[in-house]
């Protein structure tokens, strides 16, 4: 099953979705790994209008999701648990946004990028 990767980017209406190559899902997994933890005070995924983040699925070793968020990476395992870790600078959440350059609409992909300029 490959890597989906989910833009949480519309209400009432379904997501753009694309798929990560097999290198790019090994390079997804190494950043993951790769990331600290977060600390206990910091903020949380972010909730309401407009781009949200990135939710990823089709992962492989017991995990049912990870959702990057403006600095903030939650990876839900199958049993239930939530693990928080720091994405610094979002280098993860802007590097998983510009794998799906070629396979997003370009708007998508510009709402994503203009979020990530800020």
Not at 1 to 13: A, K, N, T
């Amino acid at each position: 099953m490959p890597i989906e990767i989910e833009v949480d980017l519309y209400s009432g209406r379904p997501n753009p979705r694309f798929a990560l190559s097999a290198a790019a899902s090994a390079g997804f997994e190494r950043r993951l790994g790769a990331l600290p933890p977060l600390p206990a005070d910091a903020g949380g995924i972010r909730d309401g209008l407009g781009y949200r983040g990135l939710r990823v699925t089709g992962l492989s070793g017991g995990f049912a999701k990870v959702v990057v968020s403006a600095g903030v990476v939650e990876i839900h395992d199958a049993a239930g648990g939530v693990t928080r870790r720091a994405d610094p600078g979002r280098a993860l959440e802007r590097w998983l946004a510009e794998a799906g350059s070629g396979q997003l609409p370009a708007a998508d992909l510009d709402a994503v990028r203009d979020d990530l300029a800020r």
